[in-house]
Nanobody
């Protein structure tokens, strides 16, 4: 099975950008649908973006036009390019892999603050 490790989080100013990476270990990465979720302090985890095994994408309304999810199956990596960041984007961002069950990474903290 696939194991996931997120990286790329940090502290940015409003309007700034970050690129999150989700590196997958294991095999058969290309068969998984992938997603990014986030959980703000005191809030429920919410969907940010998904990308299927064939490349179809879906975004939460709150990030449409600002975030882009992509995958590189040769590198077994999923990315989340985040532009025009807002304070309300502050959260722990989790990578998700889905086939017949869900696999989660440990999360990476994104803080958007001036």
């Amino acid at each position: 099975q696939v194991r996931l490790v997120e990286s790329g989080g940090g502290l940015v100013q409003p309007g700034g950008s970050l690129r999150l990476s989700c590196a997958a270990s294991g095999t058969m990465f290309g068969f998984y649908d992938m997603g990014w979720y986030r959980q703000a302090s005191g809030k429920q985890r919410e969907l940010v973006a998904t990308i299927t095994s064939i490349g179809s994408t879906n975004y939460a309304d709150s990030v449409k036009g600002r975030f882009t999810i992509s995958r590189d199956n040769a590198k077994s990596t999923v990315y989340l390019q985040m532009n025009s960041l807002k304070p309300e984007d502050t959260a722990v961002y989790y990578c998700n892999a889905r086939k017949t069950y869900d696999i989660w990474g440990q999360g990476t903290q994104v803080t958007v603050s001036s």
